[in-house]
């Protein structure tokens, strides 16, 4: 029995060692986002929301380009690690503008969210434009670097708008995830566990 109670102890510990740490935003507070690259300009919404009372709006505020909304950061990375996002996105445009997609680049200064250290990819999907649909990605971490800023890219004219809702971003317990206005979660390993018994 107490062999069974030890191998039992030691999967626990082990699940553990290897968990993932999962931050959940919505847009309920007055925070928008963390920073943009181009002409974007970020409100709260009270209409369309996907759940909650309220929603992220992003206009495009210029002629031409690919507007990007900073919309979380993990930090604290390392090679291997997996990041993964999503949110929900609403238009009301199929096959045209404006749309949007989740992106993400590469930004290895701990200390400045707009730091940027090359394209990380991501999702190829625009979404159907009938309303609210759902997009996520995968991002493996590689080449050394150490943090990750998701986006939001808009692609559209001046003056269209599009709605995000309930960004969903997991990452490896080394790291932290930053939303807007918040620190998500504190760094915790399993030596920080360790010593605070």
């Known amino acids: 029995m107490k062999s069974v109670f030890i191998a039992v102890l030691l999967l626990a510990l082990s699940q553990m060692a290897f968990a ?22 970020a409100t709260i919404a009270t209409d369309p929301v996907h759940s909650g009372s309220q929603s992220l709006c992003l206009e495009d505020a210029a002629a031409s ?6 919309i979380a950061w ?26 949007c997609r989740i992106w993400a680049h590469w930004n290895d200064d701990p200390n400045d969210v707009n730091g940027h250290n090359g394209s990380a990819s991501g999702n ?22 150490t ?17 995000i809702d309930d960004m969903i971003v997991t990452a490896p317990d ?11 979660l504190q760094n915790s390993t399993w030596a920080d566990i360790k010593a605070a018994f």
């Open 20 to 41: 993932d740490i999962t931050e959940n935003y919505g847009w309920e507070g007055t925070e928008t986002i963390l920073g943009n690259y181009g002409d974007i300009i």
């Open 65 to 70: 380009g690919t507007p990007q909304a900073y």
């Open 74 to 99: 993990v930090v604290g990375l390392e090679d291997g690690d997996e990041v993964t996002a999503s949110f929900w996105r609403y238009d009301t445009t199929p096959l045209a503008s404006p749309s």
């Open 124 to 145: 190829d999907d625009y979404g159907n434009g009938e309303g609210w649909d759902e997009t996520s990605w995968t991002w493996t971490v590689v080449e050394g670097h």
């Open 147 to 163: 943090g990750l800023v998701i986006e939001c890219r808009t692609y559209s004219e001046a003056g269209d708008i599009v709605w």
């Open 174 to 184: 080394n790291a932290t995830i930053w939303t807007p206005g918040n620190l998500a």
